[in-house]
């Protein structure tokens, strides 16, 4: 790996006086984040000693004592739990025994293996229920389509086409807007109160058989698994074999290649309950626990002291399993998300030497990102995101397309001095002008847009600030964009742009400044986007 050559500066934490002009003093706050110390932190926690922050890792915990460290060092006020800088949550794990896995239908028995795969679960346990065949399991009211009208699905299995089939002379396009227009089955199964969904022997089950019966089927999601984005799906799936399916429909007025004939014309028999079919999912289950960072700068206003901002960072990284033709198997998640940490934890000391804004701001140090987004899903969906009123999210800000090049993967980085700015648009009126007057007034940095759009996949679902949207809470999104290094072991802090670093986190400080200390509380006054029709705003 090659190494960082650092000049050390030293930065002085000289309280800035309450008479200077809040401007000024903003603008020297502003000026203690520097190249030279967000890179000195991003190179500690993107450093092989800490082996790219795996949620849970000792690698992990080792970025979580820093941090901590850091924030006591600054008089940041601790606010985990018990008067800690930890948040902890729970993780629940599941892994199955395809050896005494096993299901019946009636009197008949079946095989883990031969006649059915578990493609996906959550938890272990014995599931018991009559099966309900419901040809696609959409449900699309304006074309008529609705097979939960007829059937009561709680407590049975859905038995469905695979979950991409559509009725004929139905496409994705003429169906209209995913969530709002038309559900699938898992939506469907999901908040009806399904056992589990169950695939037909398709051609593209049987095909796929061989590979899905050798793999090790696992489970882990938070616990309890709040959330939507990237929430695993909290049912059991299972693709069955034409023995069980014959089974299941046995004595029912139809038979398997009557249903499985749909497959391919794609008009599908009437729904109707079949057989009674028990699968018993057998195996270790076991739990970890995980913490996010969280501190607190108070507010100059007690009466605003229940009008929170948080600013979040994940501190760990996508850590896989490849080693490179050198010889390199260390993922170290420099900017994803080691350059955010860091510049984040510039703009805590920012924060702590500057003027003081009206209202309270929480520091978060979150893990568990990659894997699910379990701290912030943990966070946002429990006390601590009860009192927020608008979130920033800092995730990868250390990336430069150098001008001219159009090398493989850089299609979406940010230029020199850019960074992409996502959420306000769409949601606050505030926060839209707190960020465009901290981008007119000091412009350390250039705005680009084009994600600032419900449409953009990092709008929703993909980026810790999901959980913040879900429950109502408008959010501002910096980062830099995607580079080839991404989750990858070269994703190394020797290809971080200190300038940038400097420069979107000198950014974030005044526009996190503004949104904290303006008249006007954020609000999300804007109509919610269609791909979030489930989320009541905080108006
Ligand atoms: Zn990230």
């Given at each position: 790996m090659p190494m960082l050559?650092?000049?050390?500066?030293?930065?002085?934490?000289?309280?800035?006086?309450?008479?200077?002009?809040?401007?000024?003093?903003?603008?020297?706050?502003?000026?203690?984040?520097?190249?030279?110390?967000?890179?000195?932190?991003?190179?500690?926690?993107?450093?092989?000693?800490?082996?790219?922050?795996?949620?849970?890792s000792p690698g992990l915990d080792s970025a979580r004592e820093f941090v901590a460290t850091r924030l006591a060092s600054l008089g940041v006020k601790p606010f985990g739990d018990d008067g800690t800088y930890f948040q902890w949550y729970t993780v629940r794990t599941a892994a199955l025994d395809s050896n005494t896995s096993r299901a019946s239908v009636g009197a008949r028995e079946f095989t883990y293996g031969e006649d059915f795969v578990v493609t996906s679960l959550v938890t272990l346990g014995a599931i018991e229920g009559e099966v309900a065949y419901l040809g696609s399991g959409i449900r699309a009211p304006k074309i008529g389509l609705d097979p939960y009208a007829t059937i009561d699905v709680r407590g049975k299995w859905i038995l469905v086409h695979g979950l991409n089939a559509l009725p004929a002379g139905q496409t994705r396009e003429t169906l209209g807007t995913p969530g709002v227009d038309w559900t699938t089955a898992m939506d469907e199964a999901r908040s009806r109160g399904a056992l589990g969904l169950i695939a037909l022997p398709t051609p593209a089950v049987l095909n796929g058989w061989s590979r899905t019966r050798d793999r090790a089927v696992t489970g882990r999601d938070l616990d309890p698994a709040v959330g939507r984005a990237y929430s695993a799906y909290p049912l059991p799936r299972l693709s069955v074999a034409l023995s069980m399916l014959d089974a299941m429909l046995a004595g029912h007025g139809t038979t398997a290649s009557v249903i499985l004939r749909a497959d391919s014309t794609r008009i599908f028999p009437a729904p109707?309950?079949?057989?009674?079919?028990?699968?018993?999912?057998?195996?270790?289950?076991?739990?970890?626990?995980?913490?996010?960072?969280?501190?607190?700068?108070?507010?100059?206003?007690?009466?605003?002291?229940?009008?929170?901002?948080a600013?979040?960072?994940?501190?760990?990284?996508?850590?896989?399993?490849?080693?490179?033709?050198?010889g390199d198997s260390i993922y170290n998640a420099a900017d994803d998300n080691a350059s955010g940490s860091?510049?984040?934890?510039?703009?805590?000391?920012?924060?702590?030497?500057?003027?003081?804004p009206k209202r309270p701001i929480m520091f978060v140090w979150d893990s568990g990102e990659e894997v699910g987004l379990w701290g912030t899903r943990h966070l946002a969906y429990g006390p601590l995101g009860e009192q927020l009123v608008a979130m920033v999210n800092v995730d990868m800000i250390g990336g430069t397309k150098v001008p001219g090049t159009n090398n493989p993967g850089e299609d979406e980085l940010a230029g020199p001095g850019e960074v992409f700015i996502s959420g306000p648009g769409p949601l606050s009126t505030v926060l839209a002008g707190h960020v465009q007057t901290a981008l007119d007034h000091y412009g350390y940095a250039t705005a680009r847009r084009e994600f600032d759009v419900p449409e953009s996949q990092f709008f929703y679902p993909r980026t810790d600030s999901a959980p913040f949207l879900e429950n109502g809470i408008p959010v501002v999104q910096f980062f830099t964009g995607l580079q080839p290094r991404y989750h990858r072991q070269t994703d190394e802090v020797s290809y971080l742009d200190p300038a940038k670093m400097e420069a979107v986190?000198?950014?974030?400080?005044?526009?996190?400044?503004?949104?904290?200390?303006?008249d006007v509380r954020p609000r999300w006054d804007k109509p919610t986007p269609d791909k979030l029709w489930f989320v009541t705003p905080r108006r």
């Open positions: 050559r650092l000049v050390a500066t030293l930065v002085l934490a000289v309280p800035i006086s309450a008479q200077a002009h809040p401007d000024a003093a903003i603008r020297a706050a502003a000026a203690t984040i520097t190249a030279d110390a967000v890179t000195r932190d991003a190179a500690h926690l993107a450093s092989d000693a800490l082996r790219g922050r795996l949620t849970p109707f309950v079949a057989g009674r079919l028990r699968v018993d999912l057998n195996g270790t289950v076991g739990s970890f626990r995980a913490a996010n960072v969280v501190g607190m700068i108070e507010g100059s206003d007690p009466a605003r002291a229940n009008e929170r901002i600013i979040v960072s994940h501190l760990d990284g996508a850590v896989g399993r490849g080693v490179t033709p050198e860091a510049g984040t934890l510039a703009i805590a000391r920012a924060m702590m030497t500057g003027p003081r986190s000198r950014q974030v400080y005044v526009t996190l400044w503004h949104i904290a200390n303006g």
